[in-house]
T-cell receptor, first 120, second 111 residues
Framework: EAQVTQNPRYLITVTGKKLTVTCSQNMNHEYMSWYRQDPGLGLRQIYYSMNVEVTDKGDVPEGYKVSRKEKRNFPLILESPSPNQTSLYFC???????????????????FGPGTRLTVL | GQNIDQPTEMTATEGAIVQINCTYQTSGFNGLFWYQQHAGEAPTFLSYNVLDGLEEKGRFSSFLSRSKGYSYLLLKELQMKDSASYLCAVRVTGGGNKLTFGTGTQLKVEL
């Protein structure tokens, strides 16, 4: 089954304790991305990756790191989590279809099930 | 940066038609996306517009006017399962494939 998986699905941790949220896709997609979703703020992009070893900042990258050593995996690392990083996190992937009419390289993003993180 | 506006909430009746508007202010527009998100679930892709006009896909249609910075999602023959949040997102040139999402419109479908 084609899917994006995230682990863990739920995590409660304490301030300063390093953590990694894994994301894996089995669709051979080039593009992967991390988002956080907060009430009243909507989905905000943290980092994205156009392909292996190519990553770039989204709108809210502070406090996060990512890596893309393999095409299928795109882990999100919080080196020193703080309470303001309590959020619902989504990983997403998409195949490159571009360049498309009007620009851009992808259309549909497939989202993982989400990871609910609480930092105390 | 980009500014995307959507109504916070809407209510409609089963079987009716509802239009959810999205306005955006951005430079270097490079595509507009609509996603559906049920409570507690991941967003799922509905539609994509990059050129002006209407894109139709079953009960769902999406319209774009680049000169007005305006899009709408039209849902026909509403069903109870259409109760969800509808997210508008914009991509800009020069930003790789970065997407900026609006805060979403919570649609409630009633009998």
């Amino acid at each position: 089954e084609a899917q994006v998986t995230q682990n863990p699905r739920y995590l409660i941790t304490v301030t300063g304790k390093k953590l990694t949220v894994t994301c894996s896709q089995n669709m051979n997609h080039e593009y992967m991305s991390w988002y956080r979703q907060d009430p009243g703020l909507g989905l905000r992009q943290i980092y994205y990756s156009m392909n292996v070893e190519v990553t770039d900042k989204g709108d809210v990258p502070e406090g996060y790191k990512v890596s893309r050593k393999e095409k299928r995996n795109f882990p999100l690392i919080l080196e020193s989590p703080s309470p303001n990083q309590t959020s619902l996190y989504f990983c997403a992937s998409s195949s490159s279809q571009g360049p498309l009419a009007g620009g851009g390289y992808f259309i549909e993003q497939f989202f993982g099930p989400g990871t609910r993180l609480t930092v105390l | 940066g980009q500014n995307i506006d959507q109504p916070t909430e809407m209510t409609a009746t089963e079987g009716a038609i509802v239009q959810i508007n999205c306005t955006y202010q951005t430079s270097g527009f490079n595509g507009l996306f609509w996603y559906q998100q049920h409570a507690g679930e991941a967003p799922t892709f509905l539609s994509y517009n990059v050129l002006d006009g209407l894109e139709e896909k079953g009960r769902f249609s999406s319209f774009l006017s680049r000169s007005k910075g305006y899009s709408y999602l039209l849902l026909k023959e509403l069903q109870m399962k259409d109760s969800a949040s509808y997210l508008c997102a914009v991509r800009v040139t020069g930003g790789g494939n970065k997407l900026t999402f609006g805060t979403g419109t919570q649609l409630k479908v009633e009998l």
